[in-house]
């Protein structure tokens, strides 16, 4: 089992930045593949960016790219979310989500593929 816990939102006007934290415990954690997804209000949830379990491989949707940057440090057992040039947009809960994957460079960007979700964490971005 892997325990997932989010933190760093926040309310953040447009243009700023937050950076989001995914601490995982339970289980070794650079095994796993992360991704981050986000669910808007009234909207499904969806895929934002994730990393292979080195950290050799990221992937981002078209929406975030060139803004956000996804980032590991095994050695905390944490991987992270930098948010920049934030968009009213972007407002939503923030989850994280891990699954064991022997691949080291495999990227996984739909729900079904993760086994293990965070609680998640607010952002809001003001106009």
């Known amino acids: 089992q892997v325990q997932l816990v989010e933190s760093g939102g926040g309310l953040v006007q447009a243009g700023g930045s937050l950076r989001l934290s995914c601490a995982a415990s339970?289980?070794?954690?650079?095994?796993?593949?992360v991704g981050w997804f986000r669910q808007a209000p009234g909207k499904e949830r969806e895929f934002v960016a994730a990393?292979?379990?080195?950290?050799?491989?990221?992937y981002y949707a078209d929406s975030v790219k060139g803004r956000f940057t996804i980032s590991r440090d095994n050695a905390k057992n944490t991987v992270y979310l930098q948010m920049n040039s934030l968009k009213p947009e972007d407002t939503a809960v923030y989850y994280c989500?891990?699954?064991?994957?022997?691949?080291?460079?495999?990227?996984?960007?739909?729900?079904?593929?993760?086994?293990?979700w965070g609680q998640g964490t607010q952002v809001t971005v003001s106009s």
């Open positions: 990393i292979s379990y080195s950290g050799g491989s990221t």
């Open positions: 989500a891990a699954t064991y994957r022997t691949d080291s460079m495999v990227v996984l960007t739909t729900e079904d593929e993760y086994d293990y």
């Open positions: 339970g289980r070794t954690f650079s095994s796993y593949a």
